[in-house]
């Protein structure tokens, strides 16, 4: 069965970095493309990028640009998400999700909280 | 970017009764070459991720019961739940993947009156 498992809570200082993976199992690994989004508390969903797990090309909503960095392992069917300089406004659970060629969700992982705090 | 807004932003349903819940975009998802919608409906309970629904605006996910169907095309769209049960209280998203960024909506919570 296809499985996303996403590393666990972060907490994290106001202008550090943090990443956070998500390892895919249960289907082929460069068939599908691998998605980040987030919730912040309370809030709705917002859509951070895109990656191909086959070679690794990505797109960054705008808001993101410069600060995020989306990369794949396919020896380990893992997806990373670095997300740099965070602000307290980046307090959020961190989703991995999956797509096919077009992008509505079928599986997500299962969240990693990331807290942004002094 | 595409704007999603849905209505009402909270609803309360009689067990048993029917749910309607709305979503609009600001400007189509029809992609005529296709024909096709490019809307998606997710479910999400509390500490959970979400869970898709529907896409194309009226294809239901394998395994999802038939009380939730989906409807509309253009930039108006409906999520109905035929019948409601005690375990479809949740917070409902609208996501359009016609263009990127995709964007969601900002849910509607459901509840049991």
């Known amino acids: 069965q296809v499985q996303l498992v996403q590393s666990g809570a972060e907490v994290k200082k106001p202008g550090a970095s943090v990443m956070v993976s998500c390892k895919a199992s249960?289907?082929?690994?460069?068939?599908?493309?691998m998605h980040w989004l987030r919730q912040a508390p309370g809030q709705g969903l917002e859509w951070m990028g895109i990656?191909?797990?086959?070679?690794?090309?990505?797109t960054y909503t705008q808001i993101f640009q410069g600060r995020v960095t989306m990369t794949t392992d396919t020896s380990t069917s893992t997806i990373y998400m670095d997300l740099s300089s965070l602000r307290s406004e980046d307090t959020a659970v961190y989703y991995c999700a999956r797509s096919a060629n077009s992008y509505y969700f079928d599986y997500w992982g299962q969240g990693t909280l990331v807290t942004v705090s002094s | 970017d595409i704007v999603m807004t849905q209505s009402p932003d909270s609803l309360a349903v009689s067990l048993g009764e029917r749910a309607t819940l709305n979503c609009k975009s600001s400007q189509s998802v029809f992609y005529s070459s296709n024909n096709k919608n490019y809307l998606a409906w997710y479910q999400q309970k509390p500490g959970q991720p979400p869970k898709l629904l529907i896409y194309?605006?009226?294809t239901r996910e394998s395994g999802v019961p038939d009380r939730f169907s989906g409807s509309g095309s253009g930039t108006d769209f409906t999520l109905t739940i035929s019948s409601l049960q005690a375990e479809d209280v949740a917070v409902y998203y609208c996501?359009?993947?016609?263009?990127?960024?995709?964007?969601f909506g900002q849910g509607t919570k459901l509840e049991i009156k």
């Open positions: 990656i191909n797990p086959s070679g690794g090309s990505t």
């Open positions: 249960g289907y082929t690994f460069t068939r599908y493309y």
């Open positions: 996501q359009q993947y016609y263009n990127t960024p995709s964007t």
């Open positions: 194309w605006a009226s």
